[in-house]
């Protein structure tokens, strides 16, 4: 009943920009923190952004001064804008989003699909 939903990925030369969207929809009662988390090819998932409630950041080490996320509470929207992309960034991009249903107490994790990021020339 609560769709979170990737959009912005693609392929990308070194040294350019993306910017990726996760819309969540469905039976919202309130989002708490949303974030961006990444695996790339035999790695672990790690964390890219987050972003609370109120509004603070939290962004991983090497992404530091090159992302800079962002969410639009109206719309339910969170954003990636990714500068100064390396090889290294190539990766499935998830969105997560912490959310607590209409009707319900419990707050509950929900993962969109994930979108593609290649950075290759």
């Known amino acids: 009943q609560v769709q979170v939903v990737e959009s912005g990925g693609g392929l990308v030369q070194p040294g350019g920009s993306l910017r990726l969207s996760c819309a969540a929809s469905?039976?919202?009662?309130?989002?708490?923190?949303m974030g961006w988390y990444r695996q790339g090819p035999g790695k672990q998932r790690e964390l890219v952004a987050a972003?609370?409630?109120?509004?603070?950041?939290n962004y991983g080490d090497s992404v530091k001064g090159r992302f800079t996320i962002s969410r639009d509470n109206a719309k339910n929207t969170l954003y990636l804008q990714m500068n100064s992309l390396e090889p290294e960034d190539t990766a499935v991009y998830f969105c997560?989003?912490?959310?607590?249903?209409?009707?319900?107490?419990?707050?509950?994790?929900?993962w969109g699909q994930g979108t593609q990021v290649v950075v290759s020339s």
């Open positions: 997560n989003a912490v959310i607590r249903q209409i009707g319900r107490i419990l707050r509950e994790d929900y």
């Open positions: 469905g039976n919202i009662g309130h989002i708490y923190d």
């Open positions: 972003m609370a409630g109120g509004g603070s950041t």
